[in-house]
């Protein structure tokens, strides 16, 4: 059983930075995209970052040289540093990863892959 449990998530002041992880277990796709949603109330989810088998990572637009993501094979975590913290940026955050391996980081960002997904964990950035 493929479980995917995030956790980090807080409230920060804009400007600020907080880092989000996930612990996966049960997942084996290892050569398979995993990464980052967010979905704020009232907005489409939107995907955030995404890693590949080889480390190659993605992200979206809004997030690009603000937000990394760090995967770690032998620990089975995946970390999503984010700095310079704006307000947009307040969501649940979501952990998800690739189940069927049909698309690669773009796919999965856009929201094509049929994904694990975990619970979420809110970040909340106030000005």
């Known amino acids: 059983q493929v479980q995917l449990i995030e956790s980090g998530g807080a409230s920060v002041q804009a400007g600020g930075s907080l880092t989000l992880s996930c612990a996966i277990s049960g997942y084996s796709y290892k050569e398979y995209s995993v990464g980052w949603f967010r979905q704020a109330p009232g907005k489409k989810r939107e995907g955030v970052a995404a890693?590949?088998?080889?480390?190659?990572?993605s992200y979206g637009d809004s997030v690009k040289g603000r937000f990394t993501i760090i995967k770690d094979d032998a620990k089975n975590t995946l970390n999503l540093q984010m700095s310079r913290l704006k307000p947009e940026d307040t969501a649940m955050y979501y952990c998800?990863?690739?189940?069927?391996?049909?698309?690669?980081?773009?796919?999965?960002?856009?929201?094509?892959?049929?994904?694990?997904w975990g619970q979420g964990t809110q970040v909340t950035v106030s000005s």
């Open positions: 890693i590949d088998h080889g480390g190659l990572a």
């Open positions: 998800a990863a690739d189940r069927a391996g049909y698309h690669g980081n773009w796919g999965f960002l856009l929201g094509l892959t049929d994904n694990f």
